[in-house]
T-cell receptor, first 113, second 113 residues
Framework: DAKTTQPPSMDCAEGRAANLPCNHSTISGNEYVYWYRQIHSQGPQYIIHGLKNNETNEMASLIITEDRKSSTLILPHATLRDTAVYYC??????????????FGPGTSLSVIP | DGGITQSPKYLFRKEGQNVTLSCEQNLNHDAMYWYRQDPGQGLRLIYYSQIVNDFQKGDIAEGYSVSREKKESFPLTVTSAQKNPTAFYLCASHEQGAPETQYFGPGTRLLVL
């Protein structure tokens, strides 16, 4: 799987957009970008994924650069409950029926009142 | 509401005692997983099951056992053979053929007295 680089921590004012970057310069053509987050003492939560087009769901938007070497997860109106560690994962859409999830260190986002 | 439930939220184990962690899902997912997370660490796979009455060892299965008698249930037993059981235990599941989009339970924190 392609390696990803994320800043270790970020702050965001409540109500503002939180933009979390992820670099994945060695991404392959068949690899997707996935985002999860983990709120303290809770299980990880799947947020969104994409291949090359920008994606949006009820939780967030994912912007992938045209060369696919980086992406940004956008939380449009951050709330205190969005304080969590955010993980960017790059991996192929596996054809196997089983596969474990592997997280790197992620970005610790603190939403400040 | 569909989801994964884990119980209890906190569990205390005495030396030499076996304890069982519950995981139930009503998402109609075939595949279920158990992970262990230590402070500041990523996830490590303990066991997984792709279908009822079948399960496979993950990376750190020693000292643990599981059963999958029903599709919706995948309990994990931490045996006395597990010498360092204090950790945060996470159960996950996914639709068939989509292991990269796993849904996680809220976790059980196991502490040794």
């Amino acid at each position: 799987d392609a390696k990803t680089t994320q800043p270790p921590s970020m702050d965001c004012a409540e109500g503002r957009a939180a933009n979390l970057p992820c670099n994945h310069s060695t991404i392959s053509g068949n690899e997707y970008v996935y985002w999860y987050r983990q709120i303290h003492s809770q299980g990880p939560q799947y947020i969104i994924h994409g291949l090359k087009n920008n994606e949006t769901n009820e939780m967030a938007s994912l912007i992938i650069t045209e060369d696919r070497k980086s992406s940004t997860l956008i939380l449009p109106h951050a709330t205190l409950r969005d304080t969590a560690v955010y993980y960017c994962i790059v991996r192929p859409r596996t054809k196997t029926s089983y596969d474990k999830v592997i997280f790197g260190p992620g970005t610790s986002l603190s939403v400040i009142p | 509401d569909g989801g994964i439930t884990q119980s209890p939220k906190y569990l205390f184990r005495k030396e030499g005692q076996n304890v069982t962690l519950s995981c139930e899902q009503n998402l109609n997912h075939d595949a279920m997983y158990w992970y262990r997370q230590d402070p500041g660490q990523g996830l490590r796979l303990i066991y997984y099951s792709q279908i009822v009455n079948d399960f496979q060892k993950g990376d750190i299965a020693e000292g643990y056992s599981v059963s999958r008698e029903k599709k919706e249930s995948f309990p994990l037993t931490v045996t006395s053979a597990q010498k360092n059981p204090t950790a945060f235990y996470l159960c996950a599941s996914h639709e068939q053929g989509a292991p990269e989009t796993q849904y996680f339970g809220p976790g059980t924190r196991l502490l040794v007295l």
